[in-house]
Structure formats: C-alpha cells, structure tokens
C-alpha cells in the first residue's frame, strides 16, 4: 500500500482542518492505521488510531475531544477531523498503515502534510 496525505495548511487558533490519507493498493481495509505528528524539535508522537474495520479509535491526550478519526474502507481513506485547533498543533502530520505479519506486509507511512496553527 502507498499513503498520501492532504489537506494540511495555515489556520487560526480555534480553526479546523479535515486531512485525508489516500491508500492506493488492496491491504488498506485490513490495516489498522493512524495518524502520528512531529512538530519542529520534538518526537514523532502518535495522535489517533484505528482498527482496519473502524470500530475502535483511541486517541491522544491533549487531543481528545477536539480531533476525531474515521475511515471509509470503500474509498480506501482516512481522516483526521481537527476542531478547535491550537498553536501547540502545528506540526507535519504523516499517515502510517500498521504492518499485516500473517501477510508480510510491512508498515507504511506517508509523506507528511504541514499543519500551521497562528496564535
């Protein structure tokens, strides 16, 4: 599977952005998948997953209530639904598919996409 990224850009403080990660290939409904940020300086942090069949979502700390996860395993998408963005959010946003081993399939990420919340 290949991961593509989209809708990152420039927002204010209490704006919302909806990313998008397009998988090409036939695994993505069998992956549990999630979206992880790095924000200049720091560590890559995970930000919320999601089972393959979209049933369970779990979530950052500092995230929860204001971003949500979802999937659409029919368009072979996933999403990341961010309210009440907040300066500390700004980061590049990348896409990762859980690797399958009963498979081989190995884990993948995608390129990244840059969030800009301005104070």
């Known amino acids: 599977v290949q991961l593509v990224e989209s809708g990152g850009g420039l927002v204010q403080a209490g704006g919302s952005l909806r990313l998008s990660c397009a998988a090409s290939?036939?695994?993505?409904?069998?992956?549990?998948m999630g979206w992880y940020r790095q924000a200049p300086g720091k560590q890559r942090e995970l930000v919320a997953t999601?089972?393959?069949?979209?049933?369970?979502?779990s979530y950052l700390d500092s995230v929860k209530g204001r971003f949500t996860i979802s999937r659409d395993n029919a368009k072979n998408t996933m999403y990341l639904q961010m309210n009440s963005l907040k300066p500390e959010d700004t980061a590049v946003y990348y896409c990762?598919?859980?690797?399958?081993?009963?498979?081989?399939?190995?884990?993948?990420w995608g390129q990244g996409t840059l969030v800009t919340v301005s104070s």
């Open positions: 990762h598919a859980q690797g399958v081993v009963r498979l081989g399939y190995d884990a993948v």
């Open positions: 290939g036939s695994s993505f409904s069998i992956r549990d």
């Open positions: 999601i089972t393959s069949g979209g049933g369970t979502t």
